[in-house]
């Protein structure tokens, strides 16, 4: 991680925003393709639990890894190296900026439900209601995450400032 701050403009950002979109929804749509075992779905479900715990708890930390842990096994699942390495450093939480659950418990909570829900359109085969959602909840632009290429979704920022702090 870089030892400066370095701000995005909005271009650079929705640019970014794009390309996560692109790793994930296509690891949906494989995952899709073959279907995803009982198994598999549990460990989802649980990990989608735990996000769920996280936001509702408050602990804003807890719920920006354990989204990411959800976001990870996602891509994992795919067994395709190139969409994790790709995902990884967009996945990564901001470790210079943890929003306290005043500033983000509202939105914690509405993206574990996101994670619950995409679980069970997963496990009923409701795909493209899973790729609505999943589109939907990566373009939610939830606070607190940047990566070392740039921000996975909106990253906190003050009141009026329409950068992007990257670390």
């Known amino acids: 991680m870089a030892s400066g701050v370095r701000c995005l403009d909005e271009t650079q950002a929705r640019d970014l925003l794009e390309l996560r979109l692109l790793v994930e929804l296509r690891a ?4 899709a393709d073959r ?9 989802m479900r649980d990990l989608a639990n735990a996000t769920m715990r996280s936001a509702l708890g408050g602990d804003t930390l807890g719920y920006l ?3 990411m842990s959800f976001h990870l096994h996602l891509l994992e699942l795919t067994d395709d190296r190139a969409l994790v390495e ?3 450093p967009l996945l990564a939480p901001n470790p210079r900026h943890v929003p306290t659950a005043e500033e983000y418990g509202h939105l914690a909570a509405a993206g574990a439900r996101d994670h619950c ?8 085969d409701l795909m493209s209601a899973a790729d609505d959602l999943l589109r939907q ?4 632009s939830l606070p ?3 990566s070392r290429a740039g921000p996975m979704t909106g990253i906190h920022c003050p009141q009026g400032n329409t950068q992007w702090p990257i670390g």
């Open 117 to 124: 829900q995409l679980v069970t359109m997963l496990a009923e």
């Open 65 to 67: 890894q354990t989204d």
């Open 144 to 146: 607190g995450r940047c």
């Open 86 to 88: 790709a995902g990884q």
């Open 137 to 140: 909840h990566i373009s939610g």
């Open 35 to 43: 279907g995803l075992s009982d198994q598999e779905l549990a460990v």
């Open 28 to 31: 949906l749509r494989r995952l």
